[in-house]
């Protein structure tokens, strides 16, 4: 595990220094590309600037609503949908055609309905985040053996006991899975809003200094959404190796 972390930390240093080198060369220009020692100074600026915690806050403030909105629906749903296959292959032509859109594409329309709120980032975070966590929600339910569901049947377990005791711990690891995938994406998703609007928020902040000519600034805002990103995903690693630490070991695409 050592041996890979300077591996991986030998990687992120050759990247600082090619960029340090094309940068200091001027094969980019500085406003195009500055320097890390400048990107690192702007960010260090922010750092000590309440109008950069405030824009943190307000993009991690869309992201959670709308991730917990989607894990509040998708996971019912996707329980639901994975456990009675009439209600899997009713829903299937209406879920494939919603997921299918590109959420950033249908901004607009959110914009017209619902305005430029936070009310309306959260509901495109929600969006985007709700099929990941419902599909895997329903792939763990599906998993449930035919025979333990029959066994189940024939002792006439309660359908919640049931649920509680066979499906979920069947469906956790996918589930976890899913809110993995789910917040990362949310992060993103409120991000480009942002971008693509007015409201506040990292994504409107390097708007506002790319057009100011700050670039290093917007660089700095660029390196700050990254950091929330894996930031997100090691917790999101670490709770799930902590709530599943009854699942064997997999070497799967999935860890």
Do not use: D, N
């Amino acid at each position: 595990m050592a041996k890979v972390r300077l591996l991986q930390l030998g990687a992120l240093g050759a990247v600082l220094l090619l960029w340090a080198i094309v940068s200091a060369v001027g094969v980019v220009s500085s406003t195009a590309l500055p320097g890390p020692a400048s990107v690192a100074a702007a960010l260090g600026e922010l750092l000590g600037s309440g109008a950069f915690w405030q824009a943190v806050g307000e993009t991690l403030r869309g992201a959670v609503t709308g991730l917990v909105v989607a894990i509040a629906v998708g996971i019912p749903i996707g329980l639901v949908t994975g456990v009675y296959a009439a209600a899997e292959e009713s829903s299937r032509l209406l879920m494939e055609i919603l997921r299918s859109f590109p959420v950033i594409a249908l901004l607009p329309v959110f914009l017209l309905v619902l305005g430029s709120t936070p009310g309306m980032k959260a509901t495109v975070v929600f969006i985007a985040c709700v099929f990941p966590v419902l599909l895997q929600a329903q792939y763990g339910a599906r998993s449930v053996s035919q025979a333990v569901r029959e066994t189940a049947r024939g002792y006439r377990i309660p359908w919640l006991l049931q649920l509680r005791r066979v499906v979920l711990p069947a469906a956790a690891p996918s589930i976890m899975t899913g809110l993995r995938l789910a917040a990362t994406t949310s992060v993103l998703v409120s991000i480009g809003v942002e971008v693509l609007t007015t409201l506040p928020g990292i994504g409107h902040m390097i708007m506002e200094s790319q057009q100011a000519g700050a670039s290093a600034r917007a660089y700095a805002y660029i390196l700050t959404a990254g950091t929330i990103g894996y930031t997100i995903t090691l917790l999101a690693q670490s709770a799930e190796h902590r709530l599943l630490r009854w699942r064997p070991p997999t070497h799967t695409g999935e860890e």
